[in-house]
T-cell receptor
Framework: DGGITQSPKYLFRKEGQNVTLSCEQN?????MYWYRQDPGQGLRLIYY?????DFQKGDIAEGYSVSREKKESFPLTVTSAQKNPTAFYLC???????WGVGNTEAFFGQGTRLTVV | AQSVSQHNHHVILSEAASLELGCNYS??????LFWYVQYPGQHLQLLLK??????LVKGIKGFEAEFIKSKFSFNLRKPSVQWSDTAEYFC?????????????FGQGTTLQVKP
């Protein structure tokens, strides 16, 4: 089945520890995104990548880091510098503009709920 | 900075009532526009999208949206809601610049439809 896989579904972290959230897609999409969803705040963009080995900061990048070494993978690391990491994290991908301006619809994974204990 | 604003945070309607959810965005360049829906316990699904052409677009489940470029708006409408439309609705805008696109979401609107 084609799609976006996020793992794990639930993750617990101790304060002061870094943790990495996995996002893999087999849709051959160029663009990938990470969002954080909090009640009443919608989805806030953390990082995004249009192509392998390139990524840009979103609106709330502080305390997070990413890499894009492979087209299908876009892992997100939540570092100890993130002051309020408990949240629901969503990964998304889209074909990207190189396939035409009409191909920027995003497809989402099931999300990872991170809890700091 | 680019931003997307949804005016209604929580809407309560009775079945058969008409729905209109507002969405405005900043920026005057090229954009792609979307409405997504998140049903309880499910992941985000695309309702409809606008790239170019007819500014009135139709989506799934009887939803439609109108793009008004002069007002930077993309409001979602449905003539008659059903109980099954209870969900959270997100407006999203992909701000395009060169070969990059920054996909920004609004804060979301929770719709509760009473039977």
């Amino acid at each position: 089945d084609g799609g976006i896989t996020q793992s794990p579904k639930y993750l617990f972290r101790k304060e002061g520890q870094n943790v990495t959230l996995s996002c893999e897609q087999n849709l051959n999409h160029d663009a990938m995104y990470w969002y954080r969803q909090d009640p009443g705040q919608g989805l806030r963009l953390i990082y995004y990548s249009q192509i392998v080995n390139d990524f840009q900061k979103g609106d709330i990048a502080e305390g997070y880091s990413v890499s894009r070494e492979k087209k299908e993978s876009f892992p997100l690391t939540v570092t100890s510098a993130q002051k309020n990491p408990t949240a629901f994290y969503l990964c998304a991908s889209s074909m990207g503009q190189s396939w035409g301006v009409g191909n920027t619809e995003a497809f989402f994974g099931q999300g990872t709920r991170l809890t700091v204990v | 900075a680019q931003s997307v604003s949804q005016h209604n945070h929580h809407v309560i309607l009775s079945e058969a009532a008409s729905l209109e959810l507002g969405c405005n965005y900043s920026y005057g360049g090229t954009v792609n526009l979307f409405w997504y829906v998140q049903y309880p316990g499910q992941h985000l699904q695309l309702l409809l999208k606008y790239f170019s052409g007819d500014p009135l677009v139709k989506g799934i489940k009887g939803f439609e949206a109108e793009f008004i470029k002069s007002k930077f708006s993309f409001n979602l409408r449905k003539p008659s809601v059903q109980w099954s439309d209870t969900a959270e609705y997100f407006c999203a805008v992909n701000f395009l610049s060169g070969n990059t696109g920054k996909l920004i979401f609004g804060q979301g609107t929770t719709l509760q439809v009473k039977p």
